[in-house]
């Protein structure tokens, strides 16, 4: 099975070598390599265009990560696509993995993502929405991130393309859609992506905005959001009460609701201190990332009632 292996890139200056790198050393080479650069600025094109021939370079300014897939896609020359992130790295086996489902027949190869932890903001961010192993997660029910996913192109086509209109989360609506249409979808949890968390506070609530307002454009998700919506008004409503019983059941449910990323975080990490630490810092980065989702599902609602962004 030839395969042709996509990536779309923006202003990735201080990885992109290292991803270039990896998916040079891989184990199964992939066929042909396309990039895709959103209109870089900072020297990741000057990189690209190094590596010469072994990589195709194609260059659209203002491109989002929908329409650069796309665009790969279609100059693609190879029915097996597979897709990394810039911003990882892939150890020498990963692709050959990677490929394993779809060489047993699968029209979709789910593969795994584990976080570099740098620091204890890494390991506690890293609790939040990446399990300890692909043991915590149902084939059935796991939605793979495009930093590691391979498809054939009729999986990918039949639901037509990326969805260019979503500035984000477009992985997670294809996602859906081949749920939806009972397409194979196996998972190759060895294939593993090393994704760096953001670095700073601030990048963190940047991220967690556009994760919602991208769930609140595509409609993904309202049920999760909407118990979000309930349960931080509940949880108002508990603190304001005078009577004792409110907040003892809020308090119940913080803790019911903290206990599994506070256990990963601490899992991640060696020292005591770096552990106690977590086990109070987990919480308070749960809130804020959960205000930040909040927030930007408000704002992707809007988006969609006032026709800024139209689906389709």
Same mark, same amino acid.
């Given at each position: 099975?030839?395969?042709?292996?996509?990536?779309?890139?923006?202003?990735?200056?201080?990885?992109?070598?290292?991803?270039?790198?990896?998916?040079?050393?891989?184990?199964?080479?992939?066929?042909?390599?396309?990039?895709?650069?959103?209109?870089?600025?900072?020297?990741?094109?000057?990189?690209?265009?190094?590596?010469?021939?072994?990589?195709?370079?194609?260059?659209?300014?203002?491109?989002?990560?929908?329409?650069?897939?796309?665009?790969?896609?279609?100059?693609?020359?190879?029915?097996?696509?597979? &897709?990394?992130?810039?911003?990882?790295?892939?150890?020498?086996?990963?692709?050959?993995?990677?490929?394993?489902?779809?060489?047993?027949?699968?029209?979709?190869?789910?593969?795994?993502?584990?976080? &570099?932890?740098?620091?204890?903001?890494?390991?506690?961010?890293?609790?939040?929405?990446?399990?300890?192993?692909?043991?915590?997660?149902?084939?059935?029910?796991?939605?793979?991130?495009?930093?590691?996913?391979?498809?054939?192109?009729?999986?990918?086509?039949?639901?037509?393309?990326?969805?260019?209109?979503?500035?984000?989360?477009?992985?997670?609506?294809?996602?859906?859609?081949?749920?939806?249409?009972?397409?194979?979808?196996?998972?190759?949890?060895?294939?593993?992506?090393?994704?760096?968390?953001?670095?700073?506070?601030?990048?963190?609530?940047?991220?967690?905005?556009?994760?919602?307002?991208?769930?609140?454009?595509?409609?993904?998700?309202?049920?999760?959001?909407?118990?979000?919506?309930?349960?931080?008004?509940?949880?108002?409503?508990?603190?304001?009460?005078?009577?004792?019983?409110?907040?003892?059941?809020?308090?119940?449910?913080?803790?019911?609701?903290?206990?599994?990323?506070?256990?990963?975080?601490?899992?991640?990490?060696?020292?005591?201190?770096?552990?106690?630490?977590?086990?109070?810092?987990?919480?308070?980065?749960?809130?804020?990332?959960?205000?930040?989702?909040?927030?930007?599902?408000?704002?992707?609602?809007?988006?969609?009632?006032?026709?800024?962004?139209?689906?389709?």
């Amino acid at each position: 099975m030839k395969v042709s292996l996509i990536a779309t890139v923006l202003n990735a200056d201080e990885h992109i070598g290292s991803f270039l790198a990896s998916i040079a050393t891989q184990e199964r080479v992939p066929d042909e390599i396309i990039v895709v650069d959103g209109g870089s600025t900072d020297g990741t094109l000057e990189q690209l265009r190094a590596a010469g021939d072994a990589i195709t370079l194609i260059e659209e300014p203002g491109a989002n990560i929908a329409r650069g897939r796309n665009r790969a896609i279609a100059a693609a020359s190879h029915d097996a696509i597979a &897709v990394a992130d810039a911003d990882c790295s892939y150890g020498a086996s990963w692709l050959a993995v990677l490929l394993a489902p779809l060489d047993a027949g699968a029209d979709v190869a789910m593969g795994w993502t584990e976080p &570099v932890i740098g620091s204890l903001l890494d390991a506690c961010v890293a609790s939040l929405g990446f399990p300890l192993a692909a043991t915590e997660v149902e084939e059935g029910t796991f939605m793979p991130s495009a930093r590691s996913v391979a498809f054939r192109r009729e999986a990918i086509d039949a639901i037509g393309g990326y969805p260019e209109w979503l500035a984000i989360g477009e992985d997670m609506w294809v996602d859906h859609r081949w749920r939806e249409r009972g397409f194979a979808m196996r998972m190759a949890p060895d294939a593993v992506a090393r994704w760096r968390p953001r670095g700073s506070l601030g990048a963190i609530w940047t991220q967690y905005v556009r994760y919602g307002r991208g769930d609140g454009q595509a409609a993904m998700y309202p049920e999760r959001h909407a118990l979000r919506f309930a349960v931080y008004g509940g949880l108002a409503a508990a603190l304001a009460s005078r009577r004792t019983w409110p907040k003892l059941l809020a308090a119940a449910g913080a803790v019911a609701y903290t206990r599994t990323p506070i256990a990963r975080a601490r899992a991640r990490l060696t020292d005591p201190r770096d552990r106690a630490f977590a086990t109070v810092a987990v919480p308070a980065l749960l809130a804020f990332t959960d205000v930040a989702k909040m927030c930007g599902y408000a704002l992707g609602l809007a988006d969609r009632l006032t026709g800024r962004v139209r689906p389709q």
